[in-house]
């Protein structure tokens, strides 16, 4: 291959995207005008960057125009190599009429891997349907500051939950054949002040045992292919140009032996942004050296500018042989480039030669490509059943004075708040809808999307249902001021139930409250919800009715006094589709709540950043007048049934056990209320004396147990050594000797029982190879009679 046909797999081109009106990537309005495809086709294409999520287009349209693409270029170069296609599928595959599902943070809430592996098969065989190759998706940062405005992208506060579901993530899309991309690698949640793209100044411990393990436990456990770059420097080091990052971790100490990509634009801001590059030769340069091997989304400084450099000799032409190697090696997997490789997808298939089916044209009768509209369709009812029973599982009941559930419902229920009546209110800023369809305001939304409103008139058909806005998302939205919160006290007091529907509007840039440059300034709820919820609590002390309040979120947020004057407080992240019902069901009875906190609700709005994961000083002392204890903390979820633990055990001999070893426990949970539930174990670790500052606890292990009435189930967990390892002050993860206590806990603030175990022996060294989960083996018991052999259920999937 010539270097210009070498240079032409290493980036792609975003052909529909444009420069005018509002942005979906950082900087995208500084975008030059990219080369045509014309003008690219004779040296070949890595890869095509988002067909179906740049504009709204009909998916069989959508899947046609990208095959016919895909013919084009395959006709134009000598070696006739595809294009690698690919698109964002965060909550569901971002394509116009797809199934949208709850947003990773409640992925975290779910605690349920399993289901969340099942719901990326069914996005990757959507996307692999209509002849996409790759998905920018998961993402595995960890939240250390809910002001983030990602924070919804995330799966949680807690590195061993961000890792466990985000592997069960990359397992389903990768089964259907979609290669799957870990971001944003590294330490891209940890700006300062929460502040998009900001700087990282964090210590290597932090980066290693917080910010790393859950890459490395997707790298080690999920076979994912591809991994993307973060935007931020750490300590004053681009990740986009670091060696030490990108190839002497990931690559010669993980393994990893797939393909890095630039996040949008990554490698044009080691100039722009960061002002390490001199010009553009020198940013591909940096990039290319550092690990990055495609640079996405379009064409910059991977042609031109690096084939001077290379000219000039600032970078050995065997730099771009090795990202070639690890790109061709990909589309080799993928069989694009098997002597029978067919631009065709499935969805397309039994049509004629041209995907028309032997249509007319556009004149005839037949009426050509158009006759194809519609015939593709990704929003089955089989998808709709997974995103429902996701957004089941992951709304978290956080108060409860017993109001709920409502059972048949109240004569009027009042819906109040600026979430009762919008149709988005479930969706995060990368579900298509939000994305891409609120700029193009006229186009339907090509799902269903039930109000709150509406779900609840459809939950309690016999009650009647009334409402008002009261007041925006945020100051700029109509109605606002004291005529909206008045109109909606007064609609509150001819109420028998109030329930107020708050929290934000998914957004990019500054468009909405939460989402991609949406940060925010304190973890007040935005614009003047704060006043109307104080004002509904006030009518509500006066009638007599119950106050329950609703959260449709992208990010937690104090909720001053009614955190303990509402009757009850019921938390969503984003939950897609299905959201609404899901909520309705929880309120009525009808769907037992069985979600947990993946992130701290504070109690103060400014004490930030604060998350469940600190040392003892991150904590309340006597020595500051801040008190950062959550109002909420992580793991934190309420049931309508109770649940009783009992019976610690630890295992004979196994409560003591080498460095190298591992110990045993067990105990017993029965669920002592009327109604079938499910509780959430969770095992934290406290290391009391280390040889470097530790946090308070750390999650290590979890699992679902679902009970029915007086079912009882006894629950052994074997705990590896392996799992008290960090950090040392030498930069090694070591196994240390000494006493240590397993926490088995309903929260991080709400430990059950607990067991003192001891390590013994000499310091041990671990590394990337060491064992990373705890198994628990159910076994469930009915009246104290065994019913059956042992059901296994471990963290690990299998």
Same mark, same amino acid.
């Given at each position: ?110 605690? #349920? @891997?399993? %289901? *969340?592996?099942?719901? &990326?098969? $069914?996005?990757? +065989?959507?996307?692999? /349907?209509? =002849? ?25 506060? #807690? @590195?061993? %939950? *961000?890792?466990?579901? &985000?592997? $069960?993530?990359? +397992?389903?899309?990768? /089964?259907? =054949? ?28 932090? %980066? ?14 999920? =076979? ?575």
């Amino acid at each position: 291959m010539t270097l210009d046909e070498k240079l032409a797999q290493l980036y792609g081109l975003w052909a529909g995207a444009s420069a005018d009106g509002a942005e979906v990537a950082p900087y995208q309005h500084n975008m030059e005008k990219p080369p045509t495809l014309d003008e690219l086709l004779p040296y070949g294409l890595g890869q095509l960057t988002r067909p179906f999520g740049t504009v709204p287009v009909d998916p069989a349209l959508g899947a046609l125009s990208l095959m016919r693409t895909q013919e084009r270029i395959v006709a134009a170069n000598r070696f006739g190599i595809p294009a690698m296609a690919h698109d964002e599928c965060l909550a569901g595959f971002a394509a116009w009429g797809a199934t949208t599902y709850p947003v990773p943070l409640s992925w975290g809430a779910s605690f #349920d @891997p399993a %289901l *969340v592996r099942e719901m &990326a098969g $069914a996005i990757g +065989r959507d996307m692999r /349907s209509v =002849g996409l190759h790759q998905g920018l998706a998961p993402v595995l940062d960890v939240v250390r500051d809910a002001r983030w405005g990602r924070v919804e992208e995330t799966i949680g506060e #807690d @590195p061993y %939950l *961000v890792g466990t579901v &985000a592997t $069960a993530y990359v +397992r389903g899309l990768e /089964s259907a =054949g979609i290669v799957a991309t870990l971001k944003h690698f590294a330490g891209y949640a940890a700006s300062r002040a929460g502040r998009n793209l900001a700087p990282v100044s964090m210590g290597p411990r932090e %980066l290693a045992d917080v910010v790393l393990p859950p890459f490395e436990m997707a790298v080690r456990e999920s =076979g994912v292919r591809s991994v993307m770059h973060a935007y931020n420097d750490i300590d004053g080091v681009p990740c986009a140009a670091n060696p030490e990052l990108l190839t002497q971790l990931l690559r010669e100490t993980w393994g990893f032996e797939g393909t890095v990509v630039a996040d949008y634009f990554g490698v044009d801001f080691l100039r722009t942004l960061h002002g390490v590059a001199a010009d553009w030769g020198e940013a591909a340069t940096m990039a290319l050296g550092a690990g990055v091997d495609v640079e996405l989304p379009t064409v910059k400084t991977f042609r031109e500018p690096l084939r001077a450099a290379i000219a000039a000799g600032r970078l050995a032409e065997e730099t771009v042989d090795r990202a070639l190697r690890r790109v061709l090696t990909q589309k080799a997997d993928l069989g694009l480039l098997d002597p029978d490789w067919t631009p065709r997808p499935s969805a397309l298939t039994g049509r004629g030669p041209d995907g028309l089916d032997g249509l007319d044209g556009p004149g005839g009768p037949g009426g050509g490509p158009e006759a194809l509209r519609g015939s593709v369709t990704l929003d089955s009812p089989a998808h709709r059943d997974i995103s429902r029973r996701l957004a089941e599982r992951s709304v978290i009941l956080l108060r409860n004075d017993g109001t709920l559930p409502l059972g048949g419902g109240p004569a009027r229920i009042a819906v109040i708040g600026p979430q009762a009546q919008s149709p988005t209110a479930v969706l995060g800023c990368y579900s298509f809808p939000v994305h891409v369809g609120s700029q193009h305001p006229g186009t339907p939304a090509g799902i269903e999307l039930p109000t709150l409103r509406e779900s609840l008139a459809a939950e309690f058909p016999g009650a009647e249902i009334v409402g008002a806005a009261g007041t925006g998302i945020t100051r700029d939205d109509a109605p606002f001021g004291t005529e909206g919160i008045a109109e909606a006290v007064r609609v509150a007091r001819r109420a028998d139930v109030v329930i107020a529907a708050l929290g934000d509007r998914a957004g990019l840039f500054g468009r909405g409250t939460s989402g991609e440059g949406c940060d925010a300034e304190s973890l007040e709820l935005p614009g003047e919800q704060g006043a109307l919820l104080d004002a509904l609590l006030d009518v509500c002390r006066e009638t007599g009715a119950p106050l329950v309040v609703t959260l449709l979120a992208g990010r937690p947020y104090a909720l001053g006094r009614a955190a303990t004057g509402a009757a009850a407080v019921v938390q969503s992240f984003f939950p897609g589709q299905e959201g609404t019902p899901a909520i309705a069901g929880v309120l009525s009875g009808r769907i037992e709540p069985s979600g947990r906190l993946p992130v701290s609700v504070p109690r103060l709005a400014g004490a930030q950043p604060s998350t469940y994961l600190a040392a003892p000083l991150a904590r309340l002392t006597e020595v500051s007048n801040i008190d950062p204890t959550p109002e909420f903390a992580f793991g934190h979820g309420l049931s309508y049934t109770s649940f009783d633990w009992s019976e610690l055990t630890v295992a004979a001999g196994a409560g003591t056990a080498r460095t190298d070893g591992a110990l045993e426990v067990s105990f017993a949970v029965r669920n002592t209320g009327g109604r079938a539930g499910t509780e959430v174990v969770q095992l934290y670790l406290h290391d009391p004396v280390a040889s470097a500052v530790q946090p308070v606890q750390r999650l290590i292990g979890y699992a679902r147990v679902p009970l029915e009435p007086d079912e009882r189930a006894r629950i052994a967990v074997r705990v590896p050594a392996d799992l008290a390892s960090f950090t040392g002050r030498d930069g090694r993860r070591r196994v240390e000797p000494g006493a240590l206590e397993l926490r088995l806990a309903a929260s991080s603030a709400d430990v059950r029982l607990t067991a003192a175990v001891t390590l013994t022996g000499p310091v041990r060294h671990v590394d990337h190879t060491r064992e990373l989960h705890a198994e628990f083996t159910v076994t469930r018991e009915t009246t104290g009679e065994t019913t059956g052999e042992a059901t296994r259920e471990a963290t690990r999937l299998p």
